[in-house]
């Protein structure tokens, strides 16, 4: 990332052929000095640009990929537009469409590579970032917004400044009405003493600014009416259509307040832990109703059990694994399952960048977190959402506290643990002696501990709860880490 203000007109041209479509674009050559790419994905690229009418002046500019779908699009320009420069948010400047590309300008920020600091980072300096990340998840979900794609490539940091900033709305999406986040969580003291010189939070401004000098390059999202008739979206497979098209639904399956897995009269996979090849043979229910995007290894319990309410809560929930990431370094576990069936696991070390979850499919990954989260918590989180999810056998989950400070050490130097659990003996690899690490210690664990590392546990299982109506809120975690200047008065 640039972390300088010098003209990019007075660059020399690194000699490769520029045949992208930024160099192609009348706009964007009549209005910027493109420079260098910042990134690049499947969401599309982001380029460094100088405008032209305002020399030294850069901004960060994302082209989506080709292809990528206009109500995705459509859908980030709206939300960027409500939220745009909320505290630790992302700053939306401008927007242009250009037959079927569009062009989204921001504002450019010099940060480090997170990956490259996990090591670095200190117990104090991670509890910082997290308190920053949820500022930024409390401004966003205050305006009914899920980001979707919470992640550490996804909240940039610059450590020399201190300064974070989260990015990346291609899944953001609106919380419906119906779908408003109910916490049975006591709402948390106000975030007004430990939010300092950041933005204040309100409506969201009723016009975009452009470029300056540019002529009304924003018109075509003045409103979203707009924005609806600019992007055109074609539904090839309406929902209907899928239930129709289906000879094997009956229609007892569509009688509106029935369980939410039901099986086919012949089906007799309900209490095995597998599933029977008619029931294989369904459609899965309400599929194109159910937002099930996200990262693997960083989707919540709620979005892999395909639950039909969806909150703010499962942004909690991605940082909560960015924080578990961050606890264990470098070290993470690659919990892999034989074919035969789901009660047999076999841990393998791994060192790897992230995420603690690396699952190959939404199975796996519910299993990855049963072994860490403990699957009697998932099966009444699911029941919360009208799922049954079975598991077997059980598994107790993992006293995160031991877990975190026990590894990457050799498990037969485990520290704080008791030989001669079986089960412990049967899931951890190579763990002879037993050492239990079981999840039913991990609250006398957490009293055990005091200053930050308490409260970085607190605020790490209060994110990873698999209830999402039992999970924290930004706010309230934001809430449990004191900020440098309250901590430097007290």
């Known amino acids: 990332m640039l972390s300088n203000r010098r003209s990019l007109s007075t660059r020399q041209p690194n000699g490769k052929k520029r045949v992208d479509i930024v160099y192609r674009s009348k706009w964007i050559t009549n209005n910027f000095v493109v420079g260098d790419p910042l990134g690049a994905g499947s969401f599309g690229k982001v380029w460094t640009v100088e405008c032209r009418k305002k020399p030294a002046q850069l901004y960060a500019l994302k082209v989506p990929a080709p292809g990528f779908n206009p109500k995705h699009i459509a859908m980030e320009l709206k939300v960027m537009r409500a939220i745009s420069g909320g505290p630790n948010v992302v ?75 989260l990015v990346d709305f291609g899944l953001s999406h609106f919380v419906s009405s119906n779908q408003k986040r109910k916490s049975s969580m006591e709402t948390s003291p106000s975030l007004k003493e430990n939010v300092v010189n950041t933005t204040p939070i309100g409506p969201p401004p009723p016009v975009m600014r452009a470029i300056s000098g540019g002529p009304n390059v924003v018109e075509f999202i003045a409103a979203y009416r707009e924005l609806d008739r600019v992007f055109v979206v074609m539904n090839l497979f309406p929902h209907d259509d899928i239930f129709k098209r289906s000879k094997r639904l009956s229609e007892d399956i569509l009688t509106p307040n029935r369980p939410t897995l039901i099986r086919h009269p012949k089906c007799g996979c309900t209490t095995f832990a597998s599933v029977c090849d008619t029931c294989r043979e369904l459609p899965i229910r309400h599929m194109n109703k159910v937002h099930f995007a996200g990262t693997p290894g960083y989707r919540a319990p709620e979005v892999l059990l395909r639950f039909e309410e969806q909150t703010t809560a499962i942004d909690v929930f991605a940082a909560g694994v960015t924080m578990l990431s961050f606890l264990l370094k470098k070290l993470v576990y690659l919990l892999s399952m034989t074919h035969d069936q789901l009660a047999f696991f076999t841990y393998h070390f791994f060192f790897l960048r992230h995420p603690v979850f690396r699952p190959s499919n939404d199975v796996e990954a519910l299993t990855q977190m049963a072994t860490f989260l403990g699957s009697s918590s998932l099966v009444q989180a699911a029941a919360e959402g009208g799922v049954t999810f079975l598991c077997e056998p059980p598994l107790p989950g993992m006293d995160m506290v031991k877990l975190v400070n026990n590894f990457p050490k050799d498990i037969k130097e485990a520290v704080g643990c008791k030989p001669g659990c079986r089960s412990c003996m049967a899931l951890i690899y ?30 790490l299982t209060n994110c990873l709860n698999p209830s999402p109506s039992r999970r924290y809120t930004a706010r309230m975690l934001a809430d449990l880490i004191e900020s440098p200047s309250k901590k430097s008065g007290s």
């Open 91 to 165: 700053e939306f400047i401008a927007a242009y469409r250009e037959l079927d590309r569009v062009f989204v300008v921001m504002n450019l920020f010099p940060h480090d590579d997170i990956f490259s600091l996990i090591n670095k980072m200190s117990l104090e300096e991670t509890l910082q970032y997290m308190r920053n990340l949820f500022i930024a998840l409390h401004h966003i979900h205050r305006y009914r917004v899920i980001h979707r794609d919470v992640k550490p490539a996804n909240f940039l940091y610059n450590r020399a400044q201190r300064r974070y900033l």
């Open 430 to 459: 190579q763990n002879n002696s037993g050492f239990c690490f079981c999840k039913h210690t991990e609250a006398d664990s957490i009293e055990k501990l005091s200053g930050d590392e308490r409260i970085a546990f607190q605020v």
